[in-house]
């Protein structure tokens, strides 16, 4: 999980800029990834969720689209993230551990 917090007047570009990854991936739809972003109602923090499949390599990295949102990032961001991995007590249908 990561918690990252966008620069005030940057929001509007950063959520744009999320929409078109997310469907950049549902096009793709690359195999063994749960994936999703979400903003905390009223602030301009995001809150993202990543998983992948045991042993599935990281799709990511090689999607053009991703890397230029990855280039982006530093000019919307305020401060560095914070990164925290969860452990899954209970989800239906969210993570693929779990279910």
């Known amino acids: 999980m990561v918690r ?6 940057r929001l509007d570009e950063a ?28 602030e301009a923090t995001f809150v993202i969720l990543f998983e992948l499949a045991d042993g599935a390599p990281d799709p990511r990295p090689h999607l053009p689209e991703y890397q230029r949102f990855v280039e982006r990032l530093k000019d919307w961001v305020d401060g560095p993230p914070q990164i925290d991995s969860l452990d899954v007590v209970g989800s239906y249908s969210l993570f693929g551990s779990g279910e």
């Open 15 to 42: 959520e744009a800029a999320v929409r078109d990854l997310f469907a950049t991936l549902n096009r793709v739809r690359p195999e063994g990834v749960r994936y999703a972003s979400t903003r905390v109602n009223g």
């Open 4 to 9: 990252q917090k966008v620069k005030d007047g």
